[in-house]
């Protein structure tokens, strides 16, 4: 019959856990002992620090303004909000960034007589979807964490009034420029003109409008000259064909009869005339009486004939001196005629004395308007030189309304900062943290007891799987 002997499964277990749960249970007693005196030393060691909060704030809307200048132009001045040139550039990671150089905190260092290691740098926190930025300071006493927060928005503002300034004096060199060149621009515009009124003797629209208004009264009186030298002529022609005598030999006429020495010799040639034709009516024309007489008349005719010519400066036959010029007769119509040879002269020298008007008007009406031909290219001229001028007057005008307004408006490029938040007087340290150390070390405690307990089972369960391998049941 066979036998089995039944070898223990476990027979090494004491073997397998002697020594080795001792020194499991020392290594976890000595980190938890390792972490809680950290924290104590921690607390005990690290000297407080308080901390001074305080908050500022950017403004986020932009700022505009326009002038109107009356007959010259609009100049308008816009400032826009520093978050609306880009949604991924932010002014406050720019004030960040000047806050912590190195001239600003040494400068807020030196108000306190603190090197700039003792003085530390700020910490800041941008909140998002805000405009506004928080900012911390460390101190190693409450009045002194106070303290650093005033002395750096001081030092923080001073900076931003340098370069505010700074940008000022620029802007300001560069529209200088540009109004020196307006001025230039302005004063040659202005040069011009005046040179030109000068020389053309143009100097305003009214001129022209005075001119054409002379013209128009010129050509007025004309055709008023012209109607009336044309009924003037007419009645010319009418007395002309009634005496049958044409109006320079009415004028003649006159010229004679008001002579005294042509109206005697006149009246001598007709008292010789009539008794010569007497004489030979009783006497035989050889008759010495009748000779004497003939020749009586004879030089009455010759002077007669000489005076006439001399008076009408042409020839003349006796019978027009006579007949035709003779302006008085004897019968009953000698005083109508007479009447019609002065209605004649008249006329005539009305319709002459009107020609003449004509004439007259007429060079003036062509020497105005040829002035006014020329004029009116100098007025193109003159209205492109004033328009020269406007346009130089906005200009200038403009660009010294905007560099007023721009002088205005100081925080362009660096906005002006508002404190929403006065740096805090703290009242309790905020290093070290005893409730952070006690809840590190408690929750280190909890994870190092639990590693090091995993790490026993794990060494554990190794060692009796080997040992299985080695020791396997014997059989009888």
Do not use: C
């Amino acid at each position: 019959m066979t036998k089995y002997i039944e070898v223990s499964a476990y027979p090494g277990k004491s073997i397998a856990n002697q020594g080795r749960w001792q020194n499991y249970l020392l290594l976890g007693i000595a980190t938890n002992l390792a972490l809680w005196v950290s924290a104590l030393l921690y607390i005990k060691l690290t000297p407080p620090s308080y901390t001074s909060y305080s908050a500022v704030s950017l403004p986020g809307g932009g700022s505009n303004a326009s002038l109107s200048i009356p007959n010259i132009g609009q100049a308008s001045y816009e400032s826009s909000s520093p978050y609306s040139a880009s949604a991924a550039l932010d002014p406050r990671e720019n004030y960040k960034f000047l806050a912590e150089s190195e001239p600003v905190l040494k400068a807020a260092a030196e108000q306190l007589d603190m090197s700039l290691e003792e003085f530390g740098k700020p910490r800041f926190k941008v909140v998002p979807n805000t405009t506004v930025m928080s900012v911390e300071f460390n101190g190693a006493t409450p009045e002194e964490a106070h303290k650093k927060s005033i002395v750096f928005y001081k030092a923080f503002e001073s900076k931003l009034n340098q370069l505010r300034s700074q940008e000022s004096v620029q802007r300001e060199i560069g529209s200088q420029v540009t109004l020196k060149s307006s001025q230039k621009k302005l004063e040659i515009a202005q040069k011009r003109l005046s040179d030109y009124k000068a020389r053309s003797g143009l100097n305003s629209e009214a001129q022209i409008a005075d001119l054409t208004s002379n013209i128009e009264q010129l050509r007025r009186q004309r055709a008023e000259i012209v109607a009336q030298q044309q009924q003037a002529t007419a009645r010319l022609r009418q007395l002309s064909a009634n005496l049958k005598v044409s109006s320079d030999q009415a004028t003649d006429a006159f010229s004679l009869q008001t002579d005294q020495i042509f109206q005697q010799n006149l009246k001598n040639y007709s008292d010789a005339s009539a008794a010569l034709v007497v004489l030979e009516s009783k006497f035989l024309p050889d008759h010495p009486t009748v000779v004497a007489e003939r020749a009586k008349r004879d030089a009455a005719q010759q002077a007669l004939l000489e005076r006439g010519q001399s008076l009408l400066g042409r020839p003349a036959s006796l019978e027009n001196l006579i007949s035709q010029l003779n302006v008085t007769t004897n019968n009953s119509n000698g005083s109508s005629r007479e009447t019609l040879y002065q209605q004649l002269v008249t006329v005539q020298s009305e319709q002459k004395g009107l020609t003449a008007q004509a004439q007259t008007i007429d060079r003036q009406l062509a020497e105005l308007e040829n002035r006014l031909k020329n004029l009116a290219q100098q007025q193109t001229t003159l209205d492109a030189l004033k328009r020269d001028l406007q346009v130089a007057e906005a200009v200038f005008s403009s660009t010294l309304t905007r560099l007023d307004l721009g002088k205005s408006n100081a925080f362009g490029s660096y906005p002006l900062i508002q404190l929403v938040t006065e740096p805090t007087l703290p009242d309790s340290p905020s290093q070290p943290k005893k409730t952070y150390a006690f809840l590190g070390a408690a929750l280190g405690s909890i994870f190092a007891t639990t590693g090091i307990v995993l790490l026993w089972q794990r060494d554990r369960r190794r060692t009796l799987m080997r040992w299985r391998e080695e020791k396997p049941l014997i059989y009888e």
